[in-house]
């Protein structure tokens, strides 16, 4: 099957192109600047392009994401501390992010007579961003479905989309994903911070998957405090 996927340069996404490069045909991996301001990301997925011989396309989306507003990854607004399943972390929402990213992939993918675009969507997201749940996934195939009738026929392939990102950091390891070479941080400074969200959540899971975190984290410790704080 050949696939383009979708890569921010995070573990997960990072994470799911080496097990397609591993278990089908990689044919490219597509990232988007649309003003995150962890933009630093996009180096990582660059370095992973490079590192598995395909090419690597970043589509400058930063006017949309300017015309979104509102979210903590694009606005001047504080990126919360805690866990992913605290309520405040709707601050990180970027509304339609992943369908306006995915109706592009889809259009290269078509264009480029692809079989199908991945993403690396996971049961951890459902808490927070509507866009990443299984009931999107299947009504966005099925518009898809329609919108390139007798065109093209392709598939969203979302192998973690009910899994935990501990079975991703699993999966990862499994098929050599270099984690030091990821970058998950909403915050963008020097090292990861340990303390947004994504930071919490990534420690967490090497925890839980028995894998060794090779992160640098500013906070290393404060994910327990996340998990004492929500009574995990």
Same mark, same amino acid.
């Given at each position: 099957?050949?696939?383009?996927?979708?890569?921010?340069?995070?573990? +997960?996404?990072?994470?799911?192109?080496?097990?397609?490069?591993?278990?089908?045909?990689?044919?490219?991996?597509?990232?988007?600047?649309?003003?995150?301001?962890?933009?630093?990301?996009?180096?990582?997925?660059?370095?992973?392009?490079?590192?598995?011989?395909?090419?690597?396309?970043?589509? +400058?989306?930063?006017?949309?994401?300017?015309?979104?507003?509102?979210?903590?990854?694009?606005? +001047?607004?504080?990126?919360? +501390?805690?866990?992913?399943?605290?309520?405040?972390?709707?601050?990180?929402?970027?509304?339609?992010?992943?369908?306006?990213?995915?109706?592009?992939?889809?259009?290269?993918?078509?264009?480029?007579?692809? %079989?199908?675009?991945?993403?690396?969507?996971?049961?951890?997201?459902?808490?927070?961003?509507? %866009?990443?749940?299984?009931?999107?996934? %299947?009504?966005?195939?099925?518009?898809?479905?329609?919108?390139?009738?007798?065109?093209?026929?392709?598939?969203?392939?979302?192998?973690?989309?009910?899994?935990?990102?501990?079975?991703?950091?699993? %999966?990862?390891?499994?098929?050599?994903?270099?984690?030091?070479?990821?970058?998950?941080?909403?915050?963008?400074?020097?090292?990861?911070?340990?303390?947004?969200?994504?930071?919490?959540?990534?420690?967490?899971?090497?925890?839980?998957?028995?894998?060794?975190?090779?992160?640098?984290?500013?906070?290393?410790?404060?994910?327990l405090t996340a998990l004492a704080e929500r009574g995990a």
């Open positions: 099957m050949d696939t383009i996927v979708i890569c921010s340069g995070g573990l +997960d996404s990072v994470s799911l192109a080496h097990k397609v490069a591993a278990e089908h045909t990689l044919k490219g991996l597509l990232s988007f600047d649309y003003g995150q301001r962890h933009s630093k990301e996009l180096g990582f997925a660059a370095a992973c392009a490079t590192r598995l011989g395909v090419a690597h396309s970043i589509v +400058d989306i930063r006017a949309i994401g300017a015309a979104l507003g509102g979210s903590a990854l694009t606005d +001047d607004i504080a990126v919360p +501390d805690g866990h992913y399943a605290e309520e405040t972390m709707k601050a990180t929402i970027v509304p339609n992010r992943n369908a306006i990213m995915l109706s592009i992939g889809f259009g290269m993918a078509a264009a480029q007579k692809v %079989d199908a675009v991945a993403t690396a969507v996971h049961g951890g997201d459902h808490f927070i961003y509507p %866009d990443c749940r299984p009931g999107f996934i %299947d009504a966005f195939q099925a518009m898809q479905d329609r919108a390139l009738e007798g065109y093209a026929d392709i598939r969203l392939y979302t192998p973690y989309v009910t899994g935990s990102k501990a079975d991703i950091v699993t %999966d990862g390891a499994a098929h050599g994903t270099p984690f030091g070479e990821t970058w998950s941080c909403y915050k963008g400074g020097a090292n990861h911070c340990g303390r947004c969200g994504t930071c919490v959540e990534r420690r967490e899971a090497f925890h839980l998957a028995g894998v060794i975190d090779p992160t640098l984290y500013d906070d290393p410790d404060f994910w």
